[in-house]
């Protein structure tokens, strides 16, 4: 019988060959959540096909998914086997011809994240990893970057699709581009977090929605990576489930990151 873990491998290639055929062969088709957050044809296809296999292979397991059960409260407090799911992590990017997106697909039970998944079909990049089995890319292994020096470092981050409160942001962007090397908005968190396990990015943070996060976290951190979060986790909050304020990075440039951008925070409070 299929483990979770080889189920998970597959729906994820599945549903990546969906939007990537959608994308080739059909007509975009659009909407703007709440008027401003974009979600396609192919954002709903993927939910349901991942979705459905799910229901149909483990049917007392819960779904979080974005587009079709984004709200179950706090992933701390649910009991049982749950599996968390971005159907296209990088929509806007999907939705321009850019091909940095990919299906997102993470196994939470026992309060841990069990193995993830993120599969990006436009570069045939599957990263993935299982819990205490370290991470990889295609099958083979990968690590973290050796770069320990803040002036060589790459450093990736995103934005909210609400444009509220832009100061803070834009005072820990200033920062980090005036220490680090270079910056980028690369448009997929999961991506992004999967590149910093990959070694191709030195460290990335930004606040973000748990399915955003859940699979590229596993595997950052079985890449042996840091992943924690430079604002402070609220009391009785598990961690791993804490969407604000993320950062991700080897362990030479976590503390020296971490300390930047508590810095730009401190300003903005000033
Ligand atoms: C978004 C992407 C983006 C990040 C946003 C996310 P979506 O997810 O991961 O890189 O900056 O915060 O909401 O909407 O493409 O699934
Ligand atoms: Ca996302
Ligand atoms: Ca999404």
Known sequence: MQSTYEFSLDVARRAGALIAEKRR???????????????????????????????????????????????????QDI??????????????????????????????????????????????????????????????????????????????????????????????????????ADIRRLGSAALDICFVAAGRLDGYYESLSVWDYAAAQLIAKEAGAVYGHFGDVPEGDDPQFCSADI???NAALFEPLRALLRSASDNAAV
Not at 27 to 52: C, H, M, N, W, Y
């Open 79 to 180: 009991r049982g086997p749950l599996w968390i799911i971005d159907p296209i992590d990088g929509t806007v990017n999907f939705a321009h011809g850019l091909n940095q997106s990919g299906v997102s697909i993470a196994f939470v039970n026992e309060g841990q994240i069990q193995h993830g998944v993120v599969f990006n079909p436009f570069s045939d990049e599957l990263f993935a990893a299982q819990r205490g089995c370290g991470a990889t890319l295609n099958g083979t292994p990968i690590g973290v970057a050796e770069e320990s020096r803040l002036d060589r470092a790459i450093i990736a981050t995103g934005f909210p699709y609400v444009k509220t409160g832009l100061e803070p942001m834009i005072k820990r962007l200033s920062v980090i581009l005036a220490e680090c």
């Open 25 to 75: 062969n059909e007509p975009l088709q659009r909407d703007f959540k709440g008027g401003i957050e974009i979600v396609t044809q192919a954002d709903i296809a993927a939910d349901e096909l991942i979705s459905e296999a799910i229901r149909a292979t483990y049917p007392n397991h819960q779904i979080l998914s974005e587009e079709s059960s984004p709200d179950l409260g706090r992933v």
């Open 247 to 249: 950062l991700v990075a």
